[in-house]
């Protein structure tokens, strides 16, 4: 169970989380003052915190914002009764919410919205810890190995045509069968806390490069980039030259936009990449990590709307609207807009309803080291 803080100045809604939250063996905190949360915050830990939109003096956003530089391993849910596009923009464009719940609320949504955002995160935690008991992790030498080994390979996952379910390209996804880095992020993690970013980048372009050559000449790959691959340009041209020749068959994803503003050098890194010819993604839109102001500025050749508001958007209303919102900005900005993490048909049908143009997901394929169909 967890340990839950919910925050909203209408009475029967709090009593309401209350009677859920608390019946389900969760320890509530209760608060009815923006004010009284921001001290809250600073003398107790949580790990949910629900947070109503319109709150006087503070409204809820900016609670979330302090929030999160306090506490960023509590997950923070945004309650709004008014889910219209500016309200669930603003929430998206600041980058404080991972989940976002209308009001009025059934008892089973809220307790199915806390158990999956406290099920998220100890399934994150596990991947992050890799399931050791050594909070140091490995070591630069292990990792040294690793990244000079052949441990490290790129699964490929597709993205297909919403309407004819036609492969359109591949996601490449690293993983890992070195023990000591069970999975990606284990090593992703890793190569962070030992400043070997770069050299895990290189290790990864030159798995991309051979599945460029083994795939026919049409096929095309999204591939991740992390934020300090942004802080040189010289690194990234020498880096992104291997690539060159494939330039129109690469697709690169810029994800966790949270700090991208910071690094002097992005708009630099950003133009240089669209001069060689690679197109970009924005990863992961809706996860409550990314701005939509850098929509604007990163001019995406594709926008992916993260699947937490993909999922059993054929149940819920308003998120099938926001979804038939961002298609109508991706058209209008001509982009093209791919919904991840499609597990079932009856998703797929509302999301192409919608006017997602692309769709990406189990129910179309799991991540695969072996050769894909192309047609």
């Known amino acids: 169970m967890g340990k839950i803080l919910v925050v909203d100045d209408d009475?029967?809604?709090?009593?309401?989380a209350e009677r859920t939250l608390r019946a389900a063996g969760?320890?509530?905190?209760?608060?009815s003052s923006s004010l009284d949360c921001l001290l809250k915050v600073t003398q107790e830990s949580f790990d949910v915190a629900l947070v109503d939109y319109y709150m006087p003096v503070v409204d809820g956003l900016q609670v979330l914002q302090r929030l999160r530089n306090l506490q960023p391993r509590c997950?923070?849910?945004?309650?709004?009764?008014?889910?219209?596009?500016p309200v669930v923009l603003d929430a998206v464009n600041r980058g404080e919410v991972v989940r976002v719940l209308a009001k009025p609320f059934e008892p089973e949504q809220l307790l199915g919205l806390v158990a999956d955002a406290v099920g998220a995160r100890g399934r994150l935690e596990q991947l992050i810890l890799g399931g050791s008991t050594q909070l140091e992790g490995p070591t630069l030498e292990e990792l040294e190995d690793c990244l000079n080994g052949n441990a490290l390979r790129l699964a490929l996952q597709p993205i297909v045509h919403a309407v004819s379910g036609a492969p359109f390209a591949f996601e490449a996804l690293l993983r890992s069968s070195d023990p000591k880095f069970p999975n990606p992020m284990a090593v992703l993690q890793s190569a962070e806390r030992?400043?070997?970013?770069?050299?895990?980048?290189?290790?990864?372009?030159?798995?991309?490069?051979?599945?460029?050559k083994r795939l026919p000449e049409h096929a095309v790959l999204f591939m991740n980039m992390h934020p300090r691959e942004l802080v040189s340009p010289d690194y990234l041209r020498q880096r992104m030259t291997v690539l060159s020749p494939w330039a129109k068959r690469v697709v690169l994803e810029i994800t966790e936009r949270s700090y991208l503003l910071e690094l002097e050098s992005w708009t630099a890194s950003i133009g240089l990449l669209t001069e060689m010819g690679f197109a970009i993604a924005v990863d992961d839109l809706g996860s409550g990590y990314n701005s939509l102001s850098m929509l604007a500025e990163l001019r995406p050749a594709f926008i992916k709307v993260d699947m937490s508001?993909?999922?059993d958007v054929n149940?819920?209303?308003r998120r099938r609207r926001l979804i038939e919102l961002l298609a109508r900005f991706s058209n209008a900005t001509e982009a093209k807009l791919i919904a991840e993490g499609v597990e079932t048909p009856e998703e797929a049908e509302t999301l192409r309803e919608c006017g997602t143009d692309l769709m990406q997901g189990y129910f179309f394929g799991r991540p695969s080291l072996d050769a894909p169909t192309v047609v």
Do not use: Y
Request: glycine fraction near 2%; charge should be neutral.
């Open 11 to 16: 009475q029967p809604v709090l009593h309401s």
């Open 26 to 31: 969760h320890d509530v905190t209760l608060l």
């Open 75 to 85: 997950l923070r849910i945004l309650m709004s009764g008014n889910l219209d596009l």
């Open 194 to 212: 030992h400043d070997r970013i770069q050299a895990l980048a290189m290790v990864v372009t030159a798995r991309l490069v051979d599945w460029l």
């Open 309 to 311: 508001i993909v999922r």
């Open 315 to 317: 149940k819920d209303l």
